[in-house]
């Protein structure tokens, strides 16, 4: 990787949150009417990319499924050569950048390579989805603990795979990002690891838009559920007792 001396800009690993443009922080939206540049995620909300500073160069950065690595590190080489000629870099990540959203590599990289670097943190789809679906996390009568999770793991990583069991045993609240597509392999584990297979499990997806949709079922029903309604990414995965609160607390927004 290139090493850059003397950059004259600096790179801002922005969350825009979950979808809902106003949900985006202040502080966020300032940096994006001042950005030089912009290099954006897939999921970002074509109402948040209108704030963007209409002369600032725009680069879609969006990951296609099987090429993570290879965007991942071409990616990082921008944002590098553009602080090199830009005063205000924003590197536009969807929810937080440090929750799933790769933010910990780059600002790794980018400090590797003397560029300056600070992270302005977004909402999270995981605590804003099952929030706008009448599902709280947390909740003195049903749980009092909430384990955030992926559902999608990077080849040769540092474990083989996630502790489950684990998480099962360790939380009364699961939260699982990017978990659809290995949902089958997912709630099998969890009903080894001693879940019920009753156990309420609420999926989330496109989460505080205009088009979101929440699917409900539990550990032993939702798999054939998902399929039959055909229910595809982006979406987060409630699992535990909370999400009996749903049919009480759901307000349309």
Same mark, same amino acid.
């Given at each position: 990787m290139t090493t850059m001396i003397n950059p004259i800009g600096k790179v801002y690993l922005l969350g825009a949150g979950p979808g809902d443009p106003g949900?985006? #922080?202040i502080k966020g939206k300032a940096l994006l009417e001042n950005a030089d540049v912009v290099i954006y995620d897939a999921l970002i909300s074509p109402e948040i990319l209108t704030m963007i500073n209409s002369k600032?160069?725009?680069?879609?950065?969006g990951k296609r499924m099987g090429? +993570?690595?290879? =965007?991942?590190?071409?990616t990082t080489q921008l944002l590098i050569e553009k602080a090199q000629d830009n005063a205000i870099v924003v590197r536009l990540k969807? *929810?937080? $950048?440090?929750?799933? *959203?790769? &933010? &910990?590599e780059e600002m790794f990289d980018l400090i590797q390579a003397n560029v300056p670097v600070e992270v302005i943190p977004g909402i #999270?789809? *995981?605590i804003a989805a099952p929030a @706008?679906? *009448?599902? $709280?996390l947390t909740h003195r009568d @049903?749980?009092?603990?909430? #384990?955030?999770?992926t559902g999608h793991e990077s080849k040769g990583k540092y474990r083989p795979k996630i502790n489950w069991k684990a998480i099962a045993q360790g939380s009364e609240t699961i939260v699982? @990002?990017? &978990?659809? +597509?290995? =949902?089958?392999?997912?709630?099998t584990e969890l009903i080894k690891a001693g879940l019920s297979l009753n156990t309420p499990v609420a999926l989330v997806r496109w989460g505080t838009t205009p088009r979101q949709e929440e699917l409900v079922g539990t550990l032993a029903t939702i798999v054939q559920q998902r399929e039959s309604a055909q229910f595809e990414a982006p979406a987060i995965a409630v699992i535990g007792r909370v999400v009996n609160l749903y049919n009480t607390l759901r307000v349309e927004v």
């Open positions: 949900l985006m #922080t600032a160069e725009k680069i879609n950065a090429r +993570h690595s290879k =965007l991942q590190a071409e969807a *929810g937080d $950048p440090f929750i799933f *959203g790769r &933010g &910990g #999270t789809s *995981g @706008y679906a *009448g599902i $709280p @049903y749980s009092s603990s909430v #384990t955030f999770v699982i @990002y990017m &978990g659809v +597509h290995n =949902l089958e392999n997912i709630t």
